[in-house]
């Protein structure tokens, strides 16, 4: 199976930003609502982010308002624009689908938020 392909995480002080990217097949990226999920440590994963192809979003309340996702479904793309970081922020984000069965999970990218 195609994996999903996770980037752009990174070491950052509070109050920075990221952006990640996610990259997977065609007919995930066309066919499904996406999402971005995190894992930090000792805890379980968790989906802050979703889109549905039609490009409706939605948001945990612990991202809300600091964290925008975005599709490209010509690139094959899914963006999570992370602002207004904080230390909570830190983990393992992973993209799969938000909705049916889930794809095989990919390596994940790590966010560490710390001053």
């Known amino acids: 199976q195609v994996p999903l392909v996770e980037s752009g995480g990174g070491l950052v002080q509070p109050g920075g930003s990221l952006r990640l990217s996610c990259a997977a097949s065609r007919t995930i990226f066309r066919i499904y609502t996406m999402g971005w999920y995190r894992q930090a440590p000792g805890k379980q994963r968790e989906l802050v982010a979703r889109?549905?192809?039609?490009?409706?979003?939605n948001y945990a309340d612990s991202v809300k308002g600091r964290f925008t996702i975005s599709r490209d479904n010509a690139k094959n793309t899914v963006n999570l624009q992370m602002n207004d970081l904080i230390p909570e922020d830190t983990g393992v984000y992973y993209c799969?689908?938000?909705?049916?069965?889930?794809?095989?999970w990919g390596q994940g990218t790590q966010v560490t938020v710390s001053s």
């Open positions: 889109i549905t192809t039609g490009g409706v979003t």
């Open positions: 799969n689908k938000a909705l049916g069965p889930l794809a095989s």
